[in-house]
Nanobody, 112 residues
Framework: QVQLVESGGGLVQAGGSLRLSCVAS????????MGWYRQAPGKQRELVAT????GYTNYADSIKGRFTISRGNAMYLQMNSLKPEDTAVYYC?????????WGQGTQVTVSS
């Protein structure tokens, strides 16, 4: 089993920054892919960014150049130049050995 705990969400004005963290515990194996997803009210959950255990990254077009994903002892999402449309619940995800695990989510609200 894998447990994922996100933190770092909050309320920020447009143009501001936030850094999300995801701490994983339990049985973590390599290779794996970790990622951030988000879900806005009334919308489907969507990919934000992923990073493999080898360090390869992938970003959604909507956040390229503004967000940066990284991993070390935890996984992070540095979010800069935030826009109101970035408002959503952000979820941490790990995919390993054909199984997926999700965190409980952290709310990010960007005011205009």
């Amino acid at each position: 089993q894998v447990q994922l705990v996100e933190s770092g969400g909050g309320l920020v004005q447009a143009g501001g920054s936030l850094r999300l963290s995801c701490v994983a515990s339990g049985s973590i194996f390599r290779p794996n892919v970790m990622g951030w997803y988000r879900q806005a009210p009334g919308k489907q959950r969507e990919l934000v960014a992923t990073i493999t255990s080898s360090g390869y990254t992938n970003y959604a077009d909507s956040i390229k150049g503004r967000f940066t994903i990284s991993r070390g002892n935890a996984m992070y999402l540095q979010m800069n130049s935030l826009k109101p449309e970035d408002t959503a619940v952000y979820y941490c995800n790990v995919n390993q050995r054909s199984r997926e695990y999700w965190g409980q989510g952290t709310q990010v609200t960007v005011s205009s």
